[in-house]
């Protein structure tokens, strides 16, 4: 594609379920990062996947966020047993040197 | 600990007037300094950079202002546009390969027709 895709582009949840989001990244960029965006909060790191090293996973804020990236390629971010103050937009951006190209966030909204 | 602090928050500004935004950082290792923009709905997208070695980068009515002895950055836009409004993120990188970019709050941008 063109740009990266994220998906869902909205999710509503129940407090206590899991969610997944997906990440298709600019085809060719080795770098995979994301990004929690809250209202009034800016641009939160959560964790940052490049080539075949190991992630850098400093940015995630509990033990119920994870995230994989399968064959240097697509990326799901899942969240545990979520908590309402877990809604907020959830960015993916790739990059093949230092600009990142951000997709347009999947809206997470925990009820 | 927030490692660039950027004002205002939000700003209103008239057509053709000029916007300025502000942000500071302590980090001496940043290397590289973007601005992102951002229209509601989207992700945010690269505006315009600027490295430590240079005091000034101007890419048509956008201009970045550095000062490293006081650590701070700025971004000007001249003649404002209402297609300018969006929100603005400044952001710093610490040198190691593709690391990630430590963002500002941002700032809420309205120009008004």
């Known amino acids: 594609g063109a740009g990266v895709s994220q998906s869902p582009s909205n999710k509503v949840t129940e407090k206590g379920k899991d969610v997944e989001l997906r990440c298709d990244p600019i085809?060719?960029?080795?770098?995979l990062y994301w990004y929690r965006q809250s209202l009034g909060q800016g641009l939160e790191f959560l964790i940052y996947?490049?080539?075949?090293?190991?992630?850098?996973k400093s940015g995630l804020p509990s033990d119920r966020f994870s995230a994989e990236r399968t064959g240097g390629s697509v990326s799901t971010l899942t969240i545990q047993r979520t908590q309402q103050e877990d809604s907020a937009v959830y960015l993916c951006?790739?990059?093949?040197?230092?600009?990142?190209?951000f997709g347009s966030g999947t809206q997470l909204s925990v009820l | 600990q927030q490692q660039v602090k950027q004002s205002p928050q939000s700003l209103i500004v008239q057509k053709g007037g000029i916007s300025i935004i502000n942000c500071a950082y302590e980090?001496?290792?940043?290397?590289?300094f973007p601005w992102y923009q951002q229209f509601p709905g989207k992700g945010p997208a690269l505006l315009i950079a600027?490295?430590?070695?240079?005091s000034e980068k101007k890419e048509g009515r956008f201009t970045i202002s550095f000062n490293k002895s006081a650590k701070q950055f700025s971004l000007h836009i001249m003649d404002s546009q209402p297609g300018d409004s969006a929100t603005y993120f400044c952001?710093?990188?610490?040198?190691?390969?593709?690391?990630?970019?430590?963002f500002g709050k941002g700032t809420m941008l309205l120009v008004s027709p």
């Open positions: 951006a790739s990059s093949s040197n230092e600009k990142l190209f």
């Open positions: 996947f490049q080539g075949n090293s190991a992630p850098d």
């Open positions: 980090n001496t290792a940043f290397d590289y």
């Open positions: 085809s060719g960029h080795t770098a």
């Open positions: 600027i490295r430590p070695d240079v």
């Open positions: 952001a710093a990188r610490v040198p190691r390969g593709y690391s990630t970019l430590t």
